[in-house]
């Protein structure tokens, strides 16, 4: 997990469970924890991968919400020159 605080919020940058552990509860029991690092009542904001359905809800399901940013000029490049398009979501607190 990494995280920044921006300004206003906090921006989790990278938070994965490895596939034989989802649909375990291991990602709840990891944001139990990580919730921790996250100490003042600021938004937290993640980016996630338009295409990751699995991701998607399980951000939703802790309170995320999808915003209506245009995350277009903020997609990551990867060396063969192709484009991770991504959503902004954000849990308001």
Known sequence: ??????????????????????????GMLLWEKLKDFFVEDKDIVVWVASYNQ??????????????????????????SGKFIPEIDMILRR
């Open 54 to 79: 699995k991701a998607i809800s399980f951000y939703k399901k802790l309170g995320f919400v999808k915003t209506d940013k245009d995350m277009s000029s903020q997609f990551h490049k990867l060396p």
């Open 1 to 26: 997990m990494f995280r920044t605080r921006q300004g206003n919020h906090y921006r989790l940058k990278a938070f994965y469970v490895l596939p034989e552990h989802q649909r375990k509860g291991t």
